[in-house]
């Protein structure tokens, strides 16, 4: 079975700081990778994903994520936060391949960034 | 708004009651997808649809829950005789072809809240 841990409830980080949202997951084989954000009262947002190829993937509002094998971690970055990054954030993994039907969700990282 | 469209966005209901939710993919997307997330938690699996073929049930989706995608377009998600522990996010997703779980766009979600 897979399962994804987001070893944070909370990080707070003020804002012009990087901040750092951890993520690390259990699957097998080769995984995929994903971050998402999540607003009060709204879907899923989706920010990257990693798939194959380059370990650092960057994606939007200026977030990106390194994938380590060998610690089987995926967490967040960005060099410089904004208190509109405020937000919760959730990490999730499925199987990598194609046809792989469901993703496996992390409980979630509330970013609280302040001035 | 050619996102993933969810009806009703917000439902308050009674213990007891049966309640219904739809789902409108992104047009041409073969694959639907139902989650549920809770208070604190990350989005849980709960079945998905390629085409109008419901491939795979997770067990969370108890007798009282049914999924249907009839023309293999928009799908409803039924909850009969609801409890006070269905109260939650129900978050649908859908992805074209064989990209499956990993190429997945969600849409804003329906909240239920069972008093």
């Known amino acids: 079975a897979q399962s994804v841990a987001q070893p944070e409830d909370q990080v707070n980080v003020a804002e012009g700081n990087p901040l750092t949202v951890k993520c690390t997951y259990s699957?097998?084989?080769?995984?995929?990778l994903f971050w998402y954000v999540q607003y009060p009262n709204r879907g899923l947002q989706f920010l990257l994903k990693y798939i194959t190829g380059d370990n650092l993937v960057k994606g939007s509002y200026g977030f990106e994520a390194e994938f380590n094998k060998s610690q089987t971690s995926f967490h967040l970055k960005k060099p410089s936060a904004l208190v509109s990054d405020s937000a919760l954030y959730f990490c999730?993994?499925?199987?990598?391949?194609?046809?792989?039907?469901?993703?496996?969700f992390g409980t979630g990282t509330r970013l609280q960034v302040t001035l | 708004d050619t996102g993933v469209s969810q009806d009703p966005r917000h439902k308050i209901t009674k213990r007891g009651q049966n309640v219904t939710f739809r789902c409108d993919p992104i047009s041409e997307h073969n694959r639907l997808y139902w989650y549920r997330q809770t208070l604190g938690q990350g989005p849980e699996f709960l079945t998905y649809f390629q085409n109008e073929a419901q491939l795979e049930k997770s067990r969370l989706l108890s007798d009282r829950f049914s999924a249907e995608r009839p023309k293999g377009s928009f799908s409803t998600l039924e909850i009969q005789r609801t409890e006070q522990g269905d109260s939650a996010m129900y978050l649908c997703?859908?992805?074209?072809?064989?990209?499956?779980?990993?190429?997945?766009?969600f849409g804003q979600g329906t909240r239920l809240t069972v008093v």
């Open positions: 999730a993994a499925t199987r990598g391949t194609g046809t792989a039907s469901k993703l496996t």
């Open positions: 997703a859908s992805s074209l072809g064989t990209g499956g779980a990993k190429d997945a766009f």
């Open positions: 699957v097998s084989g080769n995984p995929y």
